[in-house]
């Protein structure tokens, strides 16, 4: 028929996949783009730089085709239909994790010495500052109240002798009683600490802490508070039913 012109869809729906993703996207492009407007436009949506990429063209049938590789003819002018198939290879090297594995990155190293000779690290600029340990008024008041806290408490411990009985009152919390089984420091906090174990399992622990053993009893019976928070005297023990119950 003499005359009569064939027009065509101006766009092209296909899917797309890459090497830098394991998902799949649909996208619509206009056929008369060339293929380097298409990779340009691809790189919002693969993460590929356009200068490294590889495009694939597959059926609707994911049967390879070609590769479009030609940057200046159009997207038009390969057999490319609604539902098929373009694969993006990265060239760039991001997909093999090279720009994600710190452990092929060089590291710079400064000694510490060197590093305290520099007027532009964070640690001259913390001391200039005078903030935090620079900071020798404070941290010099903080080292003295903690020095008294601790010898306020240590000065209560003279009074609480292991195998004491004791009732232990916390601020919010419901009075247990117990048996104090340690008296000292700890590993685990500063300070002194009074290790006790509760006549029902009110505790928090068997006794150990951080895989150190202070003192033995039964799990969820032991725990440590603090001094000021422990009253030795005569103190029956209670029986709460606990174990009883199902």
Request: hydrophobic content about 35%.
């Amino acid at each position: 028929m003499d005359g009569v012109t064939v027009i065509t869809n101006p766009t092209v729906a296909v899917r797309l996949t890459s090497t830098m993703s394991s998902f799949e996207v649909n996208r619509r492009f206009n056929r008369g783009i060339t293929i380097a407007e298409l990779k340009s436009r691809l790189e919002m949506i693969v993460g590929s730089p356009a200068g490294c990429m590889e495009l694939q063209l597959f059926s609707t049938t994911d049967n390879f085709l070609q590769k479009l590789d030609d940057n200046e003819a159009l997207l038009g002018s390969y057999p490319v239909d609604d539902d098929c198939k373009i694969h993006v290879i990265d060239k760039s090297g991001a997909q093999g994790g090279e720009f994600s594995d710190l452990s092929k990155v060089e590291k710079f190293e400064i000694s510490d010495e060197a590093y305290e000779k520099r007027s532009d690290s964070v640690r001259s600029f913390l001391k200039k500052k005078k903030v935090g340990r620079f900071n020798e008024e404070e941290t010099a008041r903080q080292e003295a109240e903690q020095e008294q806290k601790e010898a306020e408490e240590k000065a209560m411990t003279a009074a609480i002798t292991v195998g004491s009985r004791c009732e232990v009152r916390v601020l919010g919390q419901p009075t247990k009683r117990g048996t104090v089984m340690y008296v000292g420091v700890t590993d685990f906090k500063p300070g002194y600490w009074v290790g006790v174990q509760y006549d029902e399992p009110l505790g928090k622990n068997d006794g150990s802490v951080n895989g150190k053993q202070y003192f033995v009893c039964k799990p969820k019976y032991g725990a440590f508070v603090k001094p000021q928070f422990v009253t030795v005297g005569d103190f029956p023990e209670e029986d709460y039913g606990l174990d009883d119950e199902m």
